[in-house]
Every structure is written in structure tokens, then in C-alpha cells.
């Protein structure tokens, strides 16, 4: 996917983490809560919450 110059890849990420997790049977543990997490984590960090989660709190332990 090409994003234009005045697209947010952030917001970009948020919009397709929605639409996935709308979408979701929520059959399993990532598809129930992590869609839906990204998504909002992403808004969250694209608003400037200072509670948003930052991205070392979604990657895997070592």
C-alpha cells in the first residue's frame, strides 16, 4: 500500500488494526484482544495520549 505525503502512517495503522478487529470471528486470543489493542494503542499514541502504550510494550519478550 502507497500512502500519500499527508497520510499518517500511524493513523493508517489504527484504521486497518479497526477494521481487521471489526471484522474478527474473535475466535482466538490475538484476533479477540490484540487487533483491537493495536488499534487503539495506535490512536492513542497518534492523539499524543501520555498514557498510550509505547511500542516496547508490544514487542515479544526475548
Do not use: F, I, N
Amino acid at each position: 500500500m502507497v500512502l500519500g505525503e499527508d497520510t499518517c502512517p500511524l493513523g493508517e495503522t489504527a484504521r486497518v488494526a479497526g477494521h481487521l478487529a471489526a471484522r474478527s470471528a474473535g475466535q482466538c486470543g490475538p484476533c479477540r484482544l490484540g487487533l483491537p489493542g493495536l488499534a487503539r494503542a495506535c490512536r492513542q499514541m497518534q492523539d499524543g495520549d501520555p498514557t498510550a502504550p509505547t511500542w516496547s510494550a508490544w514487542r515479544p519478550p526475548p
